[in-house]
């Protein structure tokens, strides 16, 4: 390849240096955010400015953490220029293809241990390529491999997932015994050097973690810290908790929310800083190779790099650039909030609407802890034990359940130790030398302490074990795939060379556009109208004007359903049946969450407002039902279709058409009855509920006159039964509904909601 070809591979390696920025942002904004949204410590908008300040600030001070994209995982006097090249191009396509795969999927995954992996991966890749081009023996890959660096990181994944759980767990067991859930009742003493030790331990990873390696600090600063790392403790906690003692007793500031904004600032910083160079470091490490290459006048496949093996500093431009990048995603990536709300989901105190589902493991360890907390629990004198499950009782929060997107996930407690114990922890594994993962320890820590503040209780438990067990999945497998595709991905390089980097150029910038696509399509399906809403309401009139909206969604919803699965049976249409099925799926989960919502509208209501309830319950009933009938009616016409059965005759065919005909006759004045609010219009619909049975029941005899007189198919005149049946009990649950609307409907009646001050 000519240097033409290499002018182009810095330019693509910029190009994905910028994408490596937006897709890396998306995944490791968990890490800095989810505790100071998930309490709502302060307005969205300063969390925003404040982890952005952080972002930039770490940006700029990043270091010599550049060095591990150039000489931490492979041996660089080993490869030639051009296998180098091989090596860096792989390794960025396979990073952003994988980062992006996580974001799309909401979770959150660790971006040092797929550029490392991915380095790996590429790295034997090339080896065993040069291996075999030489004849040499396989053993001579260590040669060419830091295989003690990727042992460290391998066991930092298995040191921090275990003991940031654990830690968290502790810390915030101990923590909440002291402070308890009702903390602002507390003693000012006991904030004040809650405070000062959580500031202590944050102000401590800031210089440790996050400025220690950065040219601005180097001096005499950093050399007292690394000499007189007591003293300097020390120092700072009598400092910071006199200053803490100051803001709470005479300022009446909230130390706990000053704990929250220091803490994510800290990470922010501590995340760009450090872990700048998953994104950009394997770009910078090309293009100083490239200078170094053209200035030596010799050929690509001759040109040794044991130049990269000597310390070269990342130029401050290039810092400023990748931290505009970053604190531009911050504000702007959907998918960065997708991915925090997964660890805010998963460690949220109130009970809801779970992500992740159960399985075989999740059970098995939720049984297993609770035989171990039985044991513990019997060893325990009960007085003691009253006395710490009373550190436990949680304030009452009367509405919060109606509108828990905007209440917090957690106490400011809770994210004020998440903080905290992230930081020590971080601090203590940058001292010792050990590499841990910033995604790893902060996510695990959040999920300790959501144990131990028994925010996974026995409604929740197996669901939120599920979603640790699926994220910790996805960490060992972003090992494995980031070694496999770019060492996959680094031979197709060396078959293809330029078409090959603009094959996989391609299939990675199409592959991006889709998920980006997908992503925006389902985030918009989210924020529809075609979602049913909660009722908020105390009184029969209210919750029927709240919920008029919902009955107009089922309705035009089963409208369609019902019209795409005869028609999809027509046609013989597998396709529009399997979509078809989503979306009735949809509806009935739709259905289910807002059953699994009566309980907190139930403990809203006052005495007097009990009649609402006994409404609202059966309205859930008929939607249920009608969503029942719709579910079954598209689950056996797929399963027909689906089997290759033989299809259903003309005249069956005609008769369920004139069924969808009246239907959608009913199923529109019923939409248009809710839309307007135009009630009364009711008592003319529900005139059809005999005609339309009827006309059911007739084609029902219909079918039993064939059967008994002509041949055809028991699988053909199984589901024209079923079909028929389940429509009549289709019919029944909408006029049932139409009724109930129609008896209890009052016009004269201003609509009660309840007062969620």
Known sequence: MGENIYVFLIVALAILAITDLVVGVSNDAVN?????????????????????????????????????????????????????MIIFMAVMITDILLLDFFNTLGMPTSTTVSIVFELLGASVAVGLIKIMANGEDYAMLSEYINTD???????????????????????????RILLSFKFEERPKWMGSIFGGVAITAINYFIVVKGLKGASVFNGALIEFISTNSSLFLLINLMVWTFLAWLATSFFKINIYKIVIVVGTFALAMAFAGNDLVNFIGVP????????????????????????????????????????????????????????????????????????????????????FTITIADVFNSLVPQKLQNKIDTQFEKPVRIGSSNKNVEQPAFDLVRAAVNLMVASILISLATSMKLPLS?????????????????????????????????????????????????????????????????????????????????????????????????????????????????????????????????NGLAKQDLELLKKNKKGVTKLSAEVDEL?????????????????????????????????????????????????????????????????????????????????????????????????????????????????????????????????????????????????LYYKKHDSSVIPAKLDTK
């Open 438 to 566: 910033t995604t790893y320890v902060t996510f695990m820590v959040a999920m300790g302490s959501s144990l131990a503040d028994r925010a996974w209780g026995a409604e929740s438990a197996v669901y939120r074990v599920a979603g640790v067990l699926n994220v910790i999945g996805g960490w060992f497998s972003t090992a494995i795939i980031a070694f496999v595709a770019a060492a996959l991905i680094a031979y197709f390089i060396h078959l293809g060379g330029t078409v090959a980097i603009t094959i996989l150029l391609a299939i990675a910038a199409i592959l991006i556009l889709r998920n980006y696509i997908s992503h925006n399509k389902k985030s918009k399906e989210i924020k529809a109208e075609d979602s049913l809403r909660k009722s908020e309401s105390s009184s029969i009139q209210g919750v029927i004007e709240e919920s008029a909206n919902n009955i107009a969604n089922v309705v035009k919803r089963s409208n369609k359903i019902y019209t795409n699965t005869i």
């Open 595 to 739: 059953r699994d919502h009566i309980f907190y509208f139930i403990k809203n209501l006052d005495e007097a407002s009990v009649g609402a309830s006994n409404f609202y319950i059966n309205i859930l009933g008929y939607l249920q039902d009608m969503a029942q009938s719709l579910e079954y009616i598209s689950k056996i016409s797929h399963k027909h279709i689906n089997n290759n059965h033989k299809k259903l005759k003309y005249n069956q065919i005609k008769e369920l058409k004139e069924i969808d005909q009246r239907l959608e006759t009913l199923f529109n004045e019923t939409q248009h009855a809710f839309d307007n609010r135009s009630f009364e219009k009711i008592g003319q619909l529900l005139n059809s509920k005999e005609e339309l049975l009827l006309m059911v029941s007739q084609k029902i005899e219909k079918q039993v006159e064939r059967t008994r007189t002509e041949e055809s198919s028991p699988k053909n005149t199984t589901l024209y039964f079923t079909l028929l049946l389940e429509t009549k009990d289709l019919i029944t649950a909408t006029t049932n509904l139409l009724e």
């Open 32 to 84: 800095f955010l989810n505790s100071a949204i998930g309490s709502k410590a302060v307005s969205f908008k300063t969390i925003m400015i404040v982890a952005s300040v952080g972002v930039a600030f770490g940006a700029m001070s990043s270091s010599g953490m550049m060095e591990v994209a150039r000489k931490g995982i492979f041996n660089p006097g080993e490869f030639m220029f051009s296998e180098v």
């Open 149 to 175: 660096k990727a042992t460290e990181i391998v066991f930092g994944i298995l040191l921090s997932v275990v003991i940031a759980f654990t830690i968290g767990a502790l810390i915030q067991f101990f923590t």
């Open 284 to 367: 910078i490490a090309a293009w100083q190779s490239f200078q170094e290459w053209q200035a030596s006048g010799i050929s690509a496949a001759e040109f040794n790099m044991i130049g990269l093996t000597a310390p070269v500093k990342t130029p401050t431009i290039l810092l400023l650039i990748a931290g505009l990048v970053m604190v531009g995603t911050l504000w702007f990536s959907s998918k960065a909030i997708a991915v925090v709300k997964t660890s805010v989901d998963l460690s949220r105190q109130d009970e809801g609407n779970e992500r992740f589902q159960p399985n075989f493991l999740s059970r098995l360890i939720v049984k």
